[in-house]
C-alpha cells in the first residue's frame, strides 16, 4: 500500500529538523524536495572529501528510503567514484550500494544489483541482520549519522571507491 | 548540580541533544549508555562517544572522562556505529 505524499512530507519536515541539527556537528548540507519527496545531503571524510547522497523517500517509512551517492565531480549517479570504501561491506561493491535495511538499493526484490534476496521491506525497521538491532537507525538523521560515523575516522575510511 | 567531582556535559546525538551531570571519573562506556538510554535507542549496539573538537578518534569506552581532560561544559558527539551486512 502506498504512502499519501502528504504524510511522508510531514514524517521528512520532522526528521530533517534532527538531521540539521546534528549535521551541524559533521558540517552537512540538506538540500530537500519536499514535491519530489527527496533530499540532497552533503557529507564531508576526515580528509575532507565530499560526498553527496541523494536520498528518496517515497513510501517512507511503510519502505525504507533509497540511498544513492552521486559523484560531486561528474554528477553521475551510482557509480564506484561515487561512493566511499570501508573496511567491511557496510559500503557494498554490489550497486554499488549501502548494505543495510535501511537503505532500499540493498533488497534484491528493489534492484537486481541489491546482495540481499533475504531481506523483506516490512521488517526493515526491526531487522536484526548481522546481529544487529537496526531498531535504532529508522530516523534519517540515525541514517546519516551512521554514514559519517564511517567517514569521519581514518581508521573505517579508505577513500573512494572505485 | 555540578561539584568539584562532578561535571555537566552536553552530547549532540542524532535524537536531539542531551545534557547531563556525571562524576569525571565516570567511564566513558557508562556515559555512552547513559545517552543511549535518554535517546530510548536499544542497549546493545556499539555506539562511539567523541570529542566535538575530535570527530575522528573515538574515546576509548573504559577510560574514565577524566583521562581525556573532559572538563565542565564540555560537548560531546555520540555516533552509532552500525555493521557490515
Known amino acids: ?162 | 548540580m555540578t561539584t568539584e567531582r562532578a561535571i555537566t556535559i552536553t552530547v549532540e546525538t542524532t535524537r536531539g541533544t542531551k545534557t547531563l551531570t556525571v562524576e569525571k571519573t565516570t567511564k566513558v562506556g557508562e556515559v555512552i549508555a547513559k545517552v543511549v538510554a535518554l535517546c530510548g535507542f536499544n542497549p546493545g549496539d556499539r555506539f562511539d562517544l567523541f570529542l566535538k573538537a575530535d570527530l575522528q578518534n573515538p574515546l576509548q569506552p573504559e577510560r574514565p572522562l577524566v583521562s581525556y581532560h573532559i572538563e565542565d561544559g564540555a560537548i560531546l558527539v555520540l555516533s552509532q556505529v552500525g555493521s557490515g551486512v
Not at chain 1, 10 to 15: D, K, P, Q, Y
Not at chain 1, 102 to 121: C, E, I, L, M
Open chain 1, 1 to 162: 500500500m502506498a504512502v499519501d505524499p502528504a504524510i511522508t512530507r510531514e514524517i521528512l519536515r520532522a526528521e530533517l529538523d534532527a538531521v540539521r541539527q546534528y549535521g551541524r556537528v559533521h558540517r552537512w548540507g540538506t538540500i530537500p524536495n519536499f514535491a519530489s519527496l527527496q533530499v540532497l545531503v552533503t557529507l564531508y571524510a576526515h580528509n575532507d572529501d565530499l560526498y553527496i547522497i541523494e536520498i528518496t523517500a517515497d513510501d517512507y517509512k511503510e519502505m525504507p528510503p533509497l540511498f544513492e551517492f552521486v559523484d560531486p565531480h561528474t554528477g553521475e549517479r551510482g557509480t564506484p567514484r561515487a561512493y566511499p570504501k570501508g573496511n567491511d561491506t557496510f559500503f557494498h561493491t554490489s550497486g554499488p550500494c549501502i548494505c543495510a535495511p535501511f537503505n532500499r538499493k540493498a533488497y534484491k526484490s528493489f534492484v537486481q544489483t541489491g546482495p540481499h534476496n533475504d531481506w523483506t521491506y516490512g521488517d526493515w525497521m526491526r531487522s536484526k541482520a548481522n546481529n544487529f538491532d537496526w531498531s535504532n537507525v529508522t530516523t534519517l538523521a540515525d541514517m546519516l549519522g551512521m554514514i559519517q560515523n564511517r567517514l569521519s575516522q581514518p581508521a573505517q575510511y579508505q577513500g573512494r571507491m572505485g
